[in-house]
């Protein structure tokens, strides 16, 4: 089983994929989605799950998500048949930083995917270059909520990527040329019920399927991922969205 369908698993029973509640993605969505026909472009949509909310939502609006996996497109593309949405979602299999749409979006979505990128600046410059001219941007990414010890730091920043603490993470956005308009952090319990989720999707996945052959490497990643977030991570990374409009 590939990393996309462990985390296509792992997701299912938390298909936002990031440590906010349904409440809070409503009213990230509602801030963001001003005109009523807006089209939306999410670049690392996962299952596609945040664009079928705002589809929901708002009856006006088209949407296209890109993602390198294409693990949970069927879902959500049947959420949208039952919805009568369907003609105005778009999912498309494609690596982000290749695609290139004819359309400019007015409102951007990159939520947890800056490492698609390498770092937050690139994700924001790539989002940047599919922006209407009054669009927006809902970015969403991690920060260090309390300072890791160095082993913590290690693990978690072992690509491109690496995190700082809210303040600086923000200074760095608006000096990059953005300005934040909303924005939502994260609660604990917020976290926990999105860990608890991703944890308990893969361990039952993996206990209902015993004769399947990667039963016994869905529950090692549930356990490791458990241990991982309670006697390390829990309480010391946190997670924001941010609002942005251009400032330049």
């Not at 604990?188 to 399927?209: H, I, K, P, Q």
């Amino acid at each position: 089983m590939d990393r996309h369908e462990l985390s296509a698993l792992a997701h299912a029973d938390h298909p936002i994929a990031s440590p906010v509640s349904e409440g809070t993605v409503g009213r990230l969505l509602e801030r963001a989605v001003r005109r009523p026909d807006a089209h939306l472009l999410d670049l690392g949509c996962g299952s596609g799950t945040w664009l079928l909310r705002a589809l929901e939502a708002h009856p006006g609006a088209t949407a296209e998500g890109v993602d390198i996996s294409d693990a949970g497109f069927g879902r959500t593309r049947a959420a949208a048949a039952d919805l009568g949405i369907a003609d105005r979602l778009e999912l498309s299999r494609q690596d982000v930083t290749e695609f290139r749409s004819g359309r400019k979006a007015d409102v951007v979505l990159s939520v947890g995917s800056a490492y698609a990128f390498g770092e937050v600046l690139p994700a924001l410059d790539a989002a940047r270059r599919h922006l209407a001219d009054d669009g927006v941007v809902l970015f969403g990414d991690c920060f260090w909520e309390a300072e890791p010890s160095a082993a913590l730091r290690a693990e978690l920043e072992d690509g491109p990527q690496k995190y700082a603490d809210l303040a600086t993470t923000i200074a760095a956005i608006t000096d990059h040329g953005w300005t934040p308009v909303y924005g939502h952090v994260s609660t604990l319990e917020e976290w926990d019920e999105y860990e608890w989720c991703w944890t308990g999707s893969l361990a039952r996945w993996a206990l209902d399927n015993p004769d399947h052959p990667d039963h016994e490497q869905a529950l090692r990643a549930s356990n490791a991922h458990r241990e991982g977030w309670l006697n390390g991570y829990r309480g010391v990374l946190g997670f924001v969205v941010l609002l942005l409009r251009r400032t330049d």
